[in-house]
C-alpha cells in the first residue's frame, strides 16, 4: 500500500508564508486532499483537488503538486492557523483505498 | 449541508468487538456517489483511514486492518456501520466517520477506549 510523508512539524512567524509538504507515490497519479485539525476538533478539509478550496476556507490557503510532492502553502499565517496539517489521497493501486500522512504541526510564532 | 454523527459504546475490554454506527441527515445516504468510511486518531497520534464503503455495497479496507474490520450500510436507516473484532488497547482512539474519499463531511469523533 501507498504512503504519505510529512514533516512532523514547522513554524512561522505571523504574517509570514510556510509551505508544507507531502512525498509519496500515490501523488503522481491522484490529487492530495490537506486537512486542518485543531485540538479536539474533527479534521476540516482546507484543499482537494488541483487547487480548490472548500467553501469558507481564507484564499491564503493554496494548493500545488510537482511529480511525487503535494504542497500546501499558508500566506501570510495567521494565529488561528495553528494547527496539525494532514495530507491524504486515494492509493496509487487506483481503487478507493486511502492513505494519510503522518500530519504537520503548524506553530505560528 | 450533510450532517454525520457517530454512535456506539465507550469503553470495551480486549478482545471484544467495537461496534459503532454513523447516521447521516441532511441528505440520502444513496442519493449521492460519496463513500462513507471511518478514520481513527489515537491519543496524540496522526489519522488512519479504517475503510469505506459505496451505498452499493462496495467495500474497502485498510490492509493492516482488514483480518478484523467489517463496515456495513442500511440505506433505509441512512447509516453505515463499523464492526472491529479482537480489540486490544491498541484499538483505544477517537473513532471519525466521513465522507470518503473527499472529506467534505464528517461526524464530531467519538472516543472508544479499550481498557480491561
Known amino acids: 500500500s501507498s504512503e504519505l510523508t510529512q514533516d512532523p512539524a514547522v513554524s512561522v512567524a505571523l504574517g509570514q508564508t510556510v509551505r508544507i509538504t507531502c512525498q509519496g507515490d500515490s501523488l503522481r497519479s491522484h490529487y492530495a486532499s490537506w486537512y486542518q485539525q485543531k485540538p479536539g476538533q474533527a479534521p476540516l478539509l482546507v484543499i482537494y483537488g488541483e487547487n480548490y478550496r472548500l467553501s469558507g476556507i481564507p484564499d491564503r490557503f493554496s494548493g500545488s503538486t510537482s511529480g511525487n510532492t503535494a504542497s500546501l502553502t499558508i500566506t501570510g499565517a495567521q494565529a488561528e492557523d495553528e494547527a496539525a496539517y494532514y495530507c491524504s489521497s486515494r492509493d496509487s493501486s487506483g481503487s478507493q483505498l486511502v492513505v494519510f500522512g503522518g500530519g504537520t504541526k503548524v506553530t505560528v510564532l | 449541508q450533510l450532517q454525520l454523527q457517530e454512535s456506539g459504546p465507550g469503553l470495551l475490554k480486549p478482545s471484544e468487538t467495537l461496534s459503532l454506527t454513523c447516521t447521516v441527515s441532511?441528505?440520502?445516504?444513496?442519493?449521492?456517489?460519496?463513500?462513507w468510511g471511518w478514520i481513527r486518531q489515537a491519543p496524540g497520534k496522526g489519522l488512519e483511514w479504517i475503510g469505506s464503503?459505496?451505498?452499493?455495497?462496495?467495500?474497502y479496507y485498510n490492509s493492516s486492518l482488514k483480518s478484523r474490520v467489517t463496515i456495513s450500510v442500511d440505506t433505509s436507516k441512512n447509516q453505515f456501520s463499523l464492526k472491529l473484532t479482537s480489540v486490544t488497547a491498541a484499538d483505544t482512539a477517537v473513532y471519525f466517520c466521513?465522507?470518503?474519499?473527499?472529506?467534505?463531511?464528517w461526524g464530531q469523533g467519538t472516543l472508544v477506549t479499550v481498557s480491561s
Open positions: 466521513a465522507n470518503m474519499p473527499g472529506g467534505d463531511f
Open positions: 441532511g441528505g440520502s445516504i444513496s442519493s449521492t456517489n460519496y463513500f
Open positions: 464503503i459505496h451505498y452499493s455495497g462496495s467495500t
